[in-house]
């Protein structure tokens, strides 16, 4: 069965500090896609990055970035210099490609204090 | 502008009423989903339908139905049989690849 599991529920930083967000999944299937989502105050999911599993290159976007490792069975997401803007609720997310639905984890509620 | 739209943002409900929630998208995706969220537990899948007039439950189905009568709608009803109506509700079309969601609906209901 699909699982993902975010243990930080909750983490505070200062502004421009760095925080990694971790992320843990299982599957059974080998072509499965992982995802992390945003989801600011206003409440709708923002869209960061979509991983497939034969792709374990890790991803740099501006100051985001993503650690993929299918030995760990993880997907974790840093963001560096943290933004008072960076404040939100961010979900790692599973789906495999037999299955039509996608399943989020619990998210991490990430406080960025000035 | 393609995409998806709920109404309304803010819905208050008596206990024991049913309501509908609204969801569009213009994105001309087969499948929709509706999600709904509640603090600390992440998103959870109630209903999705990857066609027309079909489908499926997902691990929070009890006390909800929907339809899908055309493509572009996919509206769901929280009934009086849902124990805990208040809560935070996401619709989303696409597929395993991705998803696109709308803006959220909060229900209230006391």
């Known amino acids: 069965a699909q699982k993902v599991t975010q243990a930080q529920t909750e983490i505070s930083v200062v502004e421009k500090e760095d925080v990694t967000l971790d992320c843990v999944y299982e599957?059974?299937?080998?072509?499965?896609?992982l995802f992390w989502y945003k989801q600011p105050p206003s409440g709708e999911l923002v869209f960061l990055i979509r991983?497939?599993?034969?792709?374990?290159q890790n991803e740099i976007s501006g100051r985001y970035s993503w650690n993929f490792q299918k030995s760990t069975s993880s997907f974790n997401f840093t963001i560096t210099a943290s933004q008072v803007v960076d404040s939100a609720v961010y979900f790692c997310?599973?789906?495999?490609?037999?299955?039509?639905?996608?399943?989020f984890g619990k998210g991490t509620r990430l406080h960025i204090l000035p | 502008d393609g995409g998806i739209t709920q109404s309304p943002k803010y819905l208050f409900r008596k206990e024991g009423q049913n309501v509908t929630l609204s969801c569009e998208q213009n994105?001309?995706?087969?499948?929709m989903y509706w999600y709904r969220q509640d603090p600390g537990q992440g998103l959870r899948l109630i209903y999705y339908?990857?066609?027309?007039?079909?489908?499926q439950k997902g691990d929070i189905a009890e006390g909800y139905s929907v339809s899908r009568e055309k493509k572009e709608s996919f509206p769901l009803t929280v009934t009086s049989a849902q124990k805990n109506p208040t809560a935070f509700y996401l619709c989303?079309?696409?597929?395993?690849?991705?998803?696109?969601f709308g803006p959220g609906t909060r229900l209230t209901v006391t």
């Open positions: 599957t059974r299937d080998t072509t499965y896609y």
């Open positions: 989303a079309s696409g597929s395993y690849y991705e998803q696109y």
């Open positions: 994105l001309n995706h087969d499948a």
């Open positions: 339908s990857q066609i027309v007039n079909d489908f």
């Open positions: 991983r497939n599993s034969f792709d374990e």
């Open positions: 997310a599973l789906s495999e490609a037999r299955d039509d639905k996608i399943i």
